[in-house]
């Protein structure tokens, strides 16, 4: 097991530097002058010939290249030319609030769905499965923006359970000690500033985790058929196991392979999903600060921002790569 983590660590590394190229040449190949982009039609020469010498712009290729990978392996993203503040500071300090909401996101959409495949499975052909299956595929079918507005015109303005924007309320007060809402409101001991959180946190989370949760729902159920097919659960049920243990302990594991695999992709549509569900709900994270980052033309945001998602996408598969291997030992030599 751990020569597996060994090679795949190793494998790591030229992933990570790929990546970090393709986000180099992303903003290199922009058609254009990305200076001229960046401040307008009306800038002088003098600016515009200063924003180019900060960017290195006026440099060859291969000196922007080896100035971009010095600088990103100091930690340095350089500044954000919409807020005039620190890429990395901007992203650390955004960065609890996206985790906090794609977390819940997967939370609502694992357990949602594997126990909805779950149950489509044991109960096969009858009205539960047809019904569990009805509302995995309207789940797949509506997109996020979509669902995100038709939950707040209906839980926040037709009958208004839940607030619409924001992660807490303005007449309440938590010390951020943290930048996990969730953490510090349990750490503050307050029932109702933990409510309050909850409740800021529900529709978008929901928002977000519903696709996932009908393609796990749909894997599960799939992959959960398969298994019980399967000569040894025969076996185990010829010798009078109950179908709960046949399910928990012989059935549950094998399935769960090929869905654990589903849940690390679907982990990288929850990181580009909360572009749109940060956006819609005015929720204060990376993926909001990203987009308004592209409507402001601002390169060096867009590039570190994008980096963070592809490094956070590589970094869940590679996790994901390792608990494959922990589940099905087959993995490890092949």
């Given at each position: 097991?751990?020569?597996?983590?060994?090679?795949?660590?190793?494998?790591?590394?030229?992933?990570?530097?790929?990546?970090?190229?393709?986000?180099?040449?992303?903003?290199?190949?922009?058609?254009?002058?990305?200076?001229?982009?960046?401040?307008?039609?009306?800038?002088?020469?003098?600016?515009?010939?200063?924003?180019?010498?900060?960017?290195?712009?006026?440099?060859?290729?291969?000196?922007?290249?080896?100035?971009?990978?010095?600088?990103?392996?100091?930690?340095?993203?350089?500044?954000?030319?919409?807020?005039?503040?620190?890429?990395?500071?901007?992203?650390?300090?955004?960065?609890?609030?996206?985790?906090?909401?794609t977390m819940a996101a997967m939370l609502f959409a694992v357990v949602g769905g594997i126990g909805l495949g779950m149950i489509s499975a044991v109960r096969r052909g009858g009205m539960v499965d047809y019904l569990s299956m009805a509302i995995a595929t309207a789940g797949i079918s509506m997109p996020i923006f979509w669902l995100a507005l038709v939950l707040l015109l209906l839980f926040a303005v037709a009958v208004p359970l839940l607030p619409f924007s924001g992660r807490?309320?303005?007449?309440?007060?938590?010390?951020?000690?943290?930048?996990?809402?969730?953490?510090?409101?349990?750490?503050?001991?307050?029932?109702?500033?933990?409510?309050?959180?909850?409740?800021?946190?529900?529709?978008?989370?929901?928002?977000?985790?519903?696709?996932?949760?009908?393609?796990?729902?749909?894997?599960?159920?799939?992959?959960?058929?398969?298994?019980?097919?399967?000569?040894?659960?025969?076996?185990?049920?010829?010798?009078?196991?109950?179908?709960?243990?046949?399910?928990?302990?012989?059935?549950?594991?094998?399935?769960?392979?090929?869905?654990?695999?589903?849940?690390?992709?679907?982990?990288?549509?929850?990181?580009?999903?909360?572009?749109?569900?940060?956006?819609?709900?005015?929720?204060?994270?990376?993926?909001?600060?990203?987009?308004?980052?592209?409507?402001?033309?601002?390169?060096?945001?867009?590039?570190?921002?994008?980096?963070?998602?592809?490094?956070?996408?590589?970094?869940?598969?590679?996790?994901?790569?390792?608990?494959?291997?922990?589940?099905?030992?087959?993995?490890?030599?092949?």
């Amino acid at each position: 097991m751990s020569s597996f983590i060994l090679r795949r660590l190793a494998l790591l590394i030229p992933t990570l530097a790929g990546i970090s190229f393709i986000v180099f040449l992303m903003i290199y190949l922009v058609p254009g002058d990305p200076a001229q982009a960046m401040l307008g039609e009306r800038a002088n020469a003098e600016t515009l010939a200063a924003l180019r010498q900060d960017m290195g712009l006026d440099q060859p290729f291969h000196v922007q290249l080896g100035r971009f990978f010095v600088d990103l392996i100091q930690g340095n993203l350089g500044r954000s030319f919409r807020t005039h503040e620190k890429i990395t500071v901007e992203i650390l300090s955004r960065f609890p609030a996206t985790f906090e909401l794609t977390m819940a996101a997967m939370l609502f959409a694992v357990v949602g769905g594997i126990g909805l495949g779950m149950i489509s499975a044991v109960r096969r052909g009858g009205m539960v499965d047809y019904l569990s299956m009805a509302i995995a595929t309207a789940g797949i079918s509506m997109p996020i923006f979509w669902l995100a507005l038709v939950l707040l015109l209906l839980f926040a303005v037709a009958v208004p359970l839940l607030p619409f924007s924001g992660r807490l309320s303005a007449n309440i007060y938590l010390e951020a000690h943290t930048g996990f809402y969730l953490v510090d409101a349990v750490l503050a001991g307050e029932p109702a500033t933990l409510a309050d959180v909850l409740s800021h946190l529900a529709l978008p989370a929901i928002s977000l985790g519903t696709i996932p949760l009908a393609v796990i729902a749909r894997m599960t159920r799939s992959s959960l058929l398969e298994v019980l097919g399967e000569d040894y659960i025969r076996t185990a049920r010829a010798k009078g196991l109950s179908p709960l243990i046949v399910l928990v302990r012989h059935a549950v594991r094998n399935a769960f392979i090929p869905t654990l695999t589903v849940i690390a992709l679907e982990f990288g549509y929850l990181l580009g999903g909360a572009i749109i569900t940060e956006t819609i709900f005015a929720w204060p994270g990376i993926g909001r600060w990203l987009f308004l980052a592209v409507l402001a033309r601002d390169f060096r945001a867009v590039q570190g921002g994008v980096l963070l998602i592809a490094t956070l996408f590589i970094v869940v598969n590679l996790l994901a790569d390792i608990l494959y291997a922990w589940l099905d030992p087959r993995i490890r030599y092949s």
